[in-house]
């Protein structure tokens, strides 16, 4: 009698295609030929990205690509960065799964109870995904203020604007219709 697959456990709040290591002053990414993802960019488990539940959104975390789980969070914290050099390059998303993000001086971003972080244009994706994912957590003020940077880039810094910000069209990334990811 043939023994049945067992579906894996998905605990990981994080899974990575690559791993990083540091060595001779290079960072050397390594991934797995059989196609395992990385638990948390750092242990290789027996999970490929089609094992995933669709709540697990391409997105790059400590430098690493790989799929950040968006239901079950908590809270939000979306801290900008208010140069007008970039639009979204420098701007920080933190994700809790467990407790409220609290300030805390301390911190290197001024907040603790965080499990996740997140750059740039990924913001997006993953906002667009925990309102799908996780409607008790509200997204809105978020949203409205990354409309409302868009808009002082624009008015600010035409030139960066046309670079950078011009072709992210914000409606599209948050409608909220059944979204697809693509892998």
Do not use: W
């Amino acid at each position: 009698m043939a023994r049945r697959k067992r579906k894996p456990t998905i605990r990981a709040n994080f899974y990575s295609i690559e791993r990083i290591i540091y060595r001779k002053r290079k960072y050397i990414y390594i991934t797995n030929p059989k196609g395992y993802l990385f638990s948390g960019a750092s242990t290789l488990v027996k999970i490929t990205k089609e094992d995933l539940p669709k709540c697990f959104v391409p997105a790059r975390y400590k430098k690493c690509f790989g799929f950040l789980r968006t239901n079950k969070v908590k809270s939000l914290v979306y801290i900008p960065n208010h140069s007008n050099s970039h639009f979204l390059k420098d701007d920080v998303l933190l994700i809790s799964y467990r407790d409220e993000i609290v300030q805390d001086r301390g911190d290197l971003y001024g907040f603790k109870n965080y499990q996740l972080y997140i750059f740039g244009l990924d913001i997006l994706t993953v906002l667009k995904s925990i309102r799908l994912f996780s409607p008790e957590v509200d997204v809105s003020r978020i949203e409205e203020r990354i409309r409302n940077k868009k808009q002082l880039l624009m008015e600010s810094n035409k030139e960066i604007y046309s670079l950078e910000a011009e072709n992210v069209n914000l409606d599209s990334f948050f409608s909220y219709k059944q979204m697809e990811v693509a892998y």
